[in-house]
């Protein structure tokens, strides 16, 4: 028969797993929040893109600047959704396919929604 002590000792135990995976659940919705607000710029800045080059052939004015500047903010923000989709999965202990960027269980060999072989 278990003691107290053991009872005590697996219920504080079980407390900082639960706690551990709610800290851990709340900082991947945190990070998917972020993301989220980052592919909304992108397809603002995307969107402003196409306007842009829509303008230049249409009117004939040079917008080259313009899209430049844009294609430099949509580089980075799609590094930054890249980093945020990366943290993510360390936070749920998953693995991203470097092909597809699909989110894959841990122990995966191939990824679930293009088949690529994951690399480690």
Known sequence: MATFEDVVN???SAA???????????EATRLKVDAAEVEK???YT??????????EKKTGE???????????????LNARLNELRDQ????????????CGAANPEDASYC????????R
């Open 16 to 26: 900082e797993t639960a706690g551990k995976k709610t800290s851990d659940f709340l």
């Open 88 to 99: 993510i999965c360390r936070v749920q202990k998953a693995v991203r396919c470097h092909r």
């Open 10 to 12: 697996k219920a504080k």
């Open 46 to 55: 995307m969107e402003g893109l196409g306007r842009l080059l829509y303008d």
């Open 62 to 76: 040079d917008r080259s600047t313009q899209i430049e500047d844009g294609i430099r903010r949509a580089d980075e």
């Open 41 to 43: 710029e992108l397809a």
């Open 112 to 119: 679930k929604k293009c088949g690529e072989r994951l690399e």
